[in-house]
């Protein structure tokens, strides 16, 4: 899917779930989407996990990771769900070890077409474009400010990390 | 169950997380609902037992679901149910895990916990179903 596609569609999900807002309420659009989400810890190695039946999924994901991080591994999960279950399969299983944000979009393991799709799509989850193009506009931010993209992390609910590279992929950084 | 503090202290924990995910303090909350802040502080550690017209007010000042709130049964007793997984399921586990035991170990109960929750949630036909049956044995 194109980046543009991925951008649509990522705006279309939170619509059609009534969850476009922010900050984005991940778990409710999981459930929304008839995801059951659960909680675990999962020790160093281990993000999160999306098991897949039917056409119902669960996803797993590490409570010791921080908050913004849990967050990115739910939205990366639900993306693998929306985006790469193949429907004549019965189970279907997604692991997700370690998710790191990179300025490309690129996932740590960097190879895997699904992953970098993942991270792409879910970060168009939390922050969607129209979103952070609003809020910029509405807060009257000043980009080249790092506050401002502190500020726009805590409005998201993501990590700094993630806001930045959001920003990167969309163009708006310089 | 013989009582029902550990399904408390998990609403609680849920509450909490959902209040962190909207950024409010608890004393904003407290305000918004017209309660204390100790009522808060105690319902998000589970020794206050929120009635029912308080969870529904609550799941709607954090902009979450009601059902949300409320912890599913595997949730509290995690190992009383685990699913087998099928042989493709542990291969992927073991690729994912390079071999590595511990990991292989906790990939493997969360998955079962997985697939036991969605097993839960929406009853497979099975037992009326040959052509599964078959594929099975």
């Known amino acids: 899917m194109t980046r543009e596609k991925l951008e649509e569609k990522a705006e279309k999900t939170l619509r059609e779930t009534d969850t476009y807002r922010i900050p984005i309420a991940i778990e409710v659009l999981a459930h929304r989407l008839n995801v059951a989400i659960q909680s675990e810890a999962l020790g160093d190695n281990v993000a999160g996990m999306l098991v897949v039946e039917g056409?119902?999924?669960?996803?797993?994901?590490?409570?010791?990771?921080?908050?913004?991080?849990q967050r990115f591994t739910i939205a990366h999960e639900i993306s693998h769900y929306l985006l790469?279950?193949?429907?004549?399969?019965?189970?279907?299983?997604?692991?997700?070890?370690?998710?790191?944000?990179?300025?490309?979009?690129?996932?740590?393991?960097?190879?895997d077409f699904e992953e970098?799709?993942?991270?792409?799509?879910?970060?168009?989850?939390?922050?969607?474009?129209?979103?952070?193009?609003?809020?910029?506009?509405?807060?009257?931010?000043?980009?080249?400010?790092?506050?401002?993209?502190?500020?726009?992390?805590?409005?998201?609910?993501?990590?700094?990390?993630?806001?930045?590279?959001?920003?990167?992929?969309?163009?708006?950084?310089? | 169950m013989a009582d029902f503090d550990d399904l408390y202290a998990e609403v609680g924990r849920k509450l909490r997380q959902a209040r962190v995910t909207q950024g409010l303090s608890q004393e904003k909350l407290a305000q918004q609902l017209?309660?204390?802040?100790?009522?808060?502080?105690?319902?998000?550690?589970?020794?206050?037992?929120?009635?029912?017209?308080?969870?529904?007010?609550?799941?709607?000042?954090?902009?979450?679901?009601?059902?949300?709130?409320?912890?599913?049964?595997?949730?509290?007793?995690?190992?009383?149910?685990?699913?087998?997984?099928?042989?493709?399921?542990?291969?992927?586990?073991?690729e994912a895990a390079n071999?590595?035991?511990?990991?292989?170990?906790?990939?493997?109960?969360?998955?079962?916990?997985l697939k036991a929750a969605i097993e839960i949630e929406s009853p497979v036909r099975k037992s009326n179903d040959p052509r599964k049956a078959r594929r099975k044995g």
Request: proline share 3%; aromatic share 4%.
């Open chain 1, 116 to 174: 970098v799709e993942a991270n792409q799509f879910g970060a168009a989850l939390l922050m969607p474009r129209s979103l952070v193009r609003q809020e910029i506009k509405r807060s009257d931010l000043d980009l080249d400010d790092e506050e401002a993209i502190i500020f726009l992390a805590k409005r998201f609910h993501v990590s700094t990390a993630a806001m930045s590279n959001r920003l990167s992929n969309l163009g708006l950084l310089r």
């Open chain 1, 84 to 111: 790469h279950v193949r429907k004549n399969q019965k189970s279907q299983l997604f692991i997700d070890r370690h998710l790191t944000f990179r300025r490309d979009g690129y996932s740590a393991g960097g190879v």
């Open chain 2, 34 to 94: 017209g309660i204390s802040r100790a009522s808060v502080v105690n319902i998000e550690a589970g020794r206050q037992r929120a009635p029912l017209h308080l969870l529904w007010q609550l799941s709607e000042a954090l902009a979450t679901d009601l059902s949300l709130l409320i912890p599913r049964r595997e949730e509290l007793s995690p190992v009383a149910k685990e699913t087998a997984l099928q042989p493709t399921m542990v291969k992927r586990i073991r």
């Open chain 1, 55 to 69: 056409n119902r999924g669960a996803i797993g994901y590490n409570s010791t990771h921080a908050l913004v991080r």
């Open chain 2, 99 to 113: 071999n590595e035991p511990d990991t292989i170990k906790v990939l493997t109960r969360l998955a079962s916990k």
